[in-house]
């Protein structure tokens, strides 16, 4: 059965530079492995949100979820399966900006906010990165930004890029967009399963619902497996929808937890085409932290250059110059003035204006990386530090 892709209606190395210094210096394959069918169902325990004032420690592992947002239903429930259905209203619905003026923070511990609903990978980097935190869905990125701006929430815990998928570009543009800054990164490992309802067998799937990115990770598997893939929101939203609507002939491809949280098997795990699929997530707050020099540090800044031959050479060599090493470079159009004409008669019209996106290994902490980005200030029309904050050096399992 040839595999096919349909959208659901569901809301679903080196050379040697050399330029002349700055004035600036002169200052001082994957296994996938199928589990047997008598897994018995994880999930008829009603999963409730709870605030503990006087938990205070950082660094358990004590996560909790944020309260249920509010109170409408995503689908009804059938009488068959009422007290399943209850434990899963009885989850944290996500914040939409709606909300907002509605919305009162306890003020007991960190809240954190993420992006999706509970299960999704967004929710278990949140948890790494703050192990005893009080995690809050968001529906949108934008919506997580402004938790954040508007005190309801003091962190947030978003993805930036993919080993595999690449960046996630509405964040770079969301960096700029908001006056948010980066105090730190978490990388956290994908590793997608196979999902059904309780029952329900390989053979008997014909479709599977995921993001989008999920899918195309694993491509090879379901292709393999003759399945439909059809794109929804996010991963775990998937699983939920599975659960909630008891399908028998549709799995999800979303994490473990997702799995124990909404009731359903795991069929396959490690179903992605590639084991080195991580994704890279910024944690983001209200104000910077102090940089140091006690430990390796990575710093982020956004700038614009005029247009003109080897400017962008120029850029960048005033980290060369310094041996600051540049770990990633994101281009982005500049909203505002997408299109210039032609300064000369050429003929060739208009061309685009960028916002260049640079993460260094230097902390700002540091002489050199000051004198760099003072250099750069010397001819770059705009520039901005995102942060300076410590580089994860965790080993992702």
Not at 32 to 60: C, H, Q
Not at 77 to 91: F, G, M, P, T, V
Not at 247 to 253: F, I, Q, T
Not at 327 to 347: A, H, V
Request: net charge neutral; glycine share 4%; with cysteine.
């Amino acid at each position: 059965m040839a595999a096919s892709v349909a959208r659901s209606q569901l809301t679903p190395r080196s050379r040697q530079i050399t330029a002349k210094p700055s004035q600036s210096d002169q200052t001082p394959k994957c296994i996938v492995r199928f589990r047997p069918l008598n897994i018995p169902r994880r999930f008829n325990v009603t999963v409730k949100a709870s605030i503990n004032r006087n938990d205070e420690k950082i660094g358990g592992n004590n996560n909790r979820t944020a309260p249920a947002l509010h109170p409408q239903s995503i689908l009804d429930d059938d009488e068959e399966d009422a007290a399943s259905k209850d434990s899963l209203n009885s989850l944290p619905r996500p914040l939409s900006s709606a909300q907002f003026s509605n919305f009162v923070s306890d003020g007991s511990r960190l809240r954190v906010a993420y992006q999706g609903v509970r299960g999704a990978y967004s929710e278990s980097a949140a948890e790494k990165a703050y192990p005893n935190c009080e995690a809050v869905p968001c529906e949108q990125f934008d919506t997580a930004f402004e938790a954040v701006e508007r005190w309801l929430v003091d962190r947030a815990v978003l993805p930036i890029e993919n080993s595999l998928g690449g960046s996630i570009h509405r964040n770079y543009d969301l960096l700029l967009r908001h006056r948010l800054h980066i105090v730190g990164e978490v990388k956290f490992a994908v590793r997608h399963c196979l999902l059904a309802n309780p029952g329900v067998k390989v053979e008997d799937l014909k479709r599977v619902l995921s993001h989008p990115q999920a899918l195309a990770q694993c491509e090879n598997t379901l292709t393999k497996l003759g399945l439909v893939r059809e794109a929804v929101d996010d991963t775990a939203g998937a699983a939920k929808y599975v659960s909630f609507e008891q399908l028998k002939d549709v799995g999800a491809v979303a994490s473990s937890s997702a799995a124990a949280i909404y009731g359903l098997n795991i069929l396959a795990e490690d179903i992605q085409d590639d084991c080195d699929n991580v994704t890279r997530f910024l944690m983001l707050a209200r104000e910077p932290i102090i940089p140091g020099t006690d430990r390796p540090f990575k710093t982020s800044i956004v700038f614009s250059l005029e247009e003109g031959p080897g400017v962008l050479f120029k850029a960048l060599a005033v980290f060369a110059l310094r041996q600051i090493n540049l770990t990633k470079i994101e281009s982005r159009p500049l909203r505002n003035q997408p299109l210039r004409s032609s300064d000369d008669n050429s003929g060739f019209g208009k061309y685009f204006d960028y916002l260049f996106y640079v993460d260094f290994e230097a902390s700002m902490a540091d002489q050199k990386a000051q004198n760099a980005l003072r250099h750069l200030k010397e001819f770059a029309t705009f520039l901005r530090v995102l942060g300076s904050y410590p580089i994860d050096t965790s080993i992702v399992p």
